[in-house]
């Protein structure tokens, strides 16, 4: 395979040849693909996210998370945890919502926060008056913590008679080193 764009072009112009010098940039690249698996350590818990927890995860884990509110119900703004530990972790689940309610314009959000509680949005909507079918958004993300102490933090408004609201999330939490 031929390859004349971008780095590779780069390096072919590093390459100090006399060969190299007397044609344009360019690098044979072979036509190998190489399998790649991630191994993460073992998965050893889950843990049911219904209110705050302190549960450290210092291994693979599964956050499972579900708040379910038909009717009259007060607003959660701080399902906090579980926390992690530092290292290489991967995130990969999703969060689901699914609404039906009067105007609300508030927030229901899943997020990462930082040790000094600031967000990483993983999913947030704002609340209308006009209804939300049931909708599943993806979470992927491989994330380099350099300190103990991040969390996942859920929100959800409160809700009025005839409200309803449906909010899930669940993540796998592979520790990768």
């Known amino acids: 395979m031929k390859q004349v764009t ?7 112009r590093a390459l100090p040849t006399t060969q190299q010098q007397a044609r344009d940039a360019s690098i044979d690249l072979p036509p190998d693909v190489s399998s790649v698996i991630e191994l993460p350590a073992p998965l050893k818990r889950g843990v049911i996210l219904a209110n705050p927890t ?9 956050m499972s998370a579900g708040f379910f509110n038909n009717g009259v119900t007060a607003a959660r703004n701080a399902s906090d945890g579980p926390f ?7 995130l990969k689940g999703f ?13 229901a ?17 704002d609340l209308q008056a006009a209804a939300i079918p049931l909708t599943m958004f993806p979470v992927d993300l491989v994330l380099s913590l350099d300190r103990p ?17 449906n909010l899930n999330a669940q993540i796998v939490c592979n520790r990768l080193l």
């Open 6 to 12: 971008g780095r590779i072009v780069d390096l072919a």
């Open 149 to 165: 102490g991040w969390f996942f933090r859920i929100v959800t408004p409160a809700t009025v008679a005839l409200d309803l609201l």
């Open 109 to 125: 959000a899943v997020s990462l926060l930082d040790p000094d509680n600031a967000a990483i949005g993983l999913f947030a909507t």
């Open 84 to 90: 992690f530990t530092a290292g290489l972790w991967h």
């Open 54 to 62: 302190t549960f450290v995860g210092a291994e693979s884990f599964v």
């Open 95 to 107: 969060c689901a919502i699914q609404w039906n309610g009067t105007a609300q314009n508030n927030v």
